[in-house]
């Protein structure tokens, strides 16, 4: 009787918990959209785009970046960061006639819509994180959730 309850007990919390724990392992699918299906007035005042731009998936600095993305995606989703990926040189985006990337580029844009960060390089996600870390608005929203 005593194997039974407890197999019922650990069954029951291995069900309330597998949401949580499927919530928390894929991050990435919700963080990262293509450039195609994106408004960036969308995410004004809501989500930190941080549009990553190259002239094909293939891109040695773009698989890099978003390999770098990937690994340390939760840190991003912590800050409201939404990924836009755009490799798409033939069919321009509205995103990409608005920044004018050459090549590959990152760009950061603030919550208030303006383009803070534009890098022709990969950048860790550590350097990133600290980038917005420093934003007016981003220390606002650190002071509002202490209190």
Do not use: C
């Not at 069954?11 to 994106?38: G, H, K, M, N, Q």
Request: proline residues 7%.
């Amino acid at each position: 009787m005593k194997h039974r309850l407890a197999f019922v007990m650990t069954s029951f919390l291995a069900f309330l918990t597998a949401p949580v724990l499927a919530a928390e392992e894929t991050p990435t699918e919700t963080l990262i959209r293509p450039a195609s299906e994106v408004v960036l007035d969308d995410f004004l005042w809501l989500n930190r785009p941080l549009v990553v731009f190259a002239d094909t998936d293939r891109d040695p600095r773009f698989v890099e970046q978003m390999a770098l993305i990937e690994a340390r995606a939760a840190d991003l989703a912590e800050r409201d960061v939404v990924v836009i990926v755009d490799t798409d040189t033939d069919t321009p985006s509205a995103v990409r006639e608005r920044l004018r990337p050459r090549g590959f580029m990152l760009v950061l844009i603030g919550k208030d819509g303006i383009p803070y960060l534009r890098k022709p390089f990969p950048w860790d996600v550590r350097e990133i994180s600290a980038s917005i870390d420093k934003m007016p608005m981003r220390q606002q929203e650190i002071r509002d959730r202490r209190n």
